[in-house]
């Protein structure tokens, strides 16, 4: 039987409890996803990979610097399900991010995670901060974009998928009947 939530949720916290706001970070988009998924089919999978999403941060992690990659490699040793696996690959615009660092062959390696799945991953991340609190869509875009130099892979990579980033939180809100991506906060996209 594949690792499940708990398992995540434990290794998790101990490959990132002491990163301070990374871990925070990590706590804010699975609580997200809890909220969300209530009676989801997929829910056990979200909650896994909501906790495993930035675990290639982790130094015992971290191969190529690029941490979907890592953490999903991570996640695969750890025996977590492909879906599981496939969300921390390709969250929040990774498959943009790979093309950036020339990792994108290996992250083709990974299977791709069904599109729903992947847009409700990516609707927690977009709206939860560094540390961990509730932001907007836009408002997380535009605090990523700030934090690294536009010459850095990240900010060259949001900026390429923000437009898909948007849309993706905006397809999930749709698909789980929430009034906007941000229930209630600013939304534009």
């Given amino acids: 039987m594949p690792a499940g939530p708990s398992e995540a949720e434990s290794l998790a916290r101990r490959l990132l409890e002491m990163s301070g706001a990374r871990w925070q970070h990590v706590r804010g ?8 998924t209530h009676g989801h089919p997929d829910r056990n999978e979200l909650a896994a990979a ?6 290639g941060y982790a130094d015992e992690v971290s191969t190529t610097g690029f941490h979907p990659l890592d953490g999903a490699r ?9 879906d599981v ?3 921390v690959a390709y969250h929040s615009g990774a498959d943009v991010e790979a093309g950036e660092r020339g990792l994108s062959e290996e ?28 932001v907007g869509v836009d408002a997380r875009i535009v605090e ?8 850095h892979p990240v900010h060259r990579a949001v900026a390429r ?11 999930a809100a749709v698909s789980l009947g929430l009034p906007s991506a941000d229930e209630g906060l600013p939304f534009t996209g």
């Fill in 144 to 151: 990523i974009l700030g934090r690294y130099d536009d010459s």
């Fill in 85 to 87: 696996v496939g969300l």
């Fill in 29 to 36: 988009v699975a609580a997200r996803t809890h909220e969300l």
């Fill in 107 to 134: 992250l083709r390696l990974i299977d791709r995670p069904k599109q729903a799945l992947l847009d409700i991953l990516i609707l927690a991340d977009m709206t939860t901060s560094p540390i961990g609190q509730r």
């Fill in 161 to 171: 998928s923000q437009h898909e980033l948007r849309a993706a939180a905006h397809r």
């Fill in 74 to 82: 991570y996640v695969a040793s750890r025996g977590f399900a492909p």
């Fill in 50 to 55: 909501a906790w495993l999403h930035d675990v």
